[in-house]
T-cell receptor
Framework: AQSVTQPDIHITVSEGASLELRCNYS??????LFWYVQSPGQGLQLLLK??????LVQGIKGFEAEFKRSQSSFNLRKPSVHWSDAAEYFC????????????FGQGTELSVKP | DTEVTQTPKHLVMGMTNKKSLKCEQH?????MYWYKQKAKKPPELMFV???????INESVPSRFSPECPNSSLLNLHLHALQPEDSALYLC?????????????FGPGTRLTVL
């Protein structure tokens, strides 16, 4: 069965520090992979996506993610976190032959210390 | 422009009421989705419409009735809901073009059932 794991439920980093949010998926083939961010009570905003090709993808707000096939991982990184990055982050593979269904991880809540 | 709009932003209804949620996109996308999100949980897929036809129903109770009147509009009709149906309801649309095969989300409707 397809699944995705975000092992860190809550992470706190200091403003200006680097960030890495982990995501591992279980799927028969390489799915399309997405990271979304959600501020409290808001919808989901697309940060970045991986379809194929270059395994390091750049997104909005200075985020990047690296796809590692051997580890079935798609970790999200940012070199210097800003207070406005505090939010919930979701990793989501897309299951193409099931109507493009997104399989969401449990999410990682990011808090930023001043 | 990747905007998906949802109305209303907030809705309070009694268990005997009938109400509708509306979702609209003008990006020419041919797939539209309804998700339900409870507090501190990831979104859960409810329905998928592809080319205005219902393609996936994730075993959602019949008190939720989706409708896709045209390629730009998606409705969710609500009747005889239960308090446990209180949640954030998210709409998303997807282009179905392989180069941009991405779901874009609206801001959501916060539903409270009394």
């Amino acid at each position: 069965a397809q699944s995705v794991t975000q092992p860190d439920i809550h992470i706190t980093v200091s403003e200006g520090a680097s960030l890495e949010l982990r995501c591992n998926y279980s799927y028969g083939a390489t799915p399309y992979l997405f990271w979304y961010v959600q501020s409290p009570g808001q919808g989901l905003q697309l940060l970045l996506k991986y379809f194929s090709g270059d395994t390091l993808v750049q997104g909005i707000k200075g985020f990047e993610a690296e796809f590692k096939r051997s580890q079935s991982s798609f970790n999200l990184r940012k070199p210097s976190v800003h207070w406005s990055d505090a939010a919930e982050y979701f990793c989501a593979p897309m299951i193409y032959n099931q109507g493009g269904k997104l399989i969401f991880g449990q999410g990682t809540e990011l808090s930023v210390k001043p | 422009d990747t905007e998906v709009t949802q109305t209303p932003k907030h809705l309070v209804m009694g268990m005997t009421n009938k109400k509708s949620l509306k979702c609209e996109q003008h990006m020419g996308h041919r797939a539209m989705y309804w998700y339900k999100q409870k507090a501190k949980k990831p979104p859960e897929l409810m329905f998928v419409y592809s080319y205005e036809k219902l393609s996936i129903n994730e075993s959602v109770p019949s008190r939720f009735s989706p409708e896709c009147p045209n390629s730009s509009l998606l409705n969710l009709h609500l009747h005889a809901l239960q308090p446990e149906d209180s949640a954030l309801y998210l709409c998303a649309s997807r282009s179905l073009a392989s180069a941009t095969d991405t779901q874009y989300f609206g801001p959501g409707t916060r539903l409270t059932v009394l």
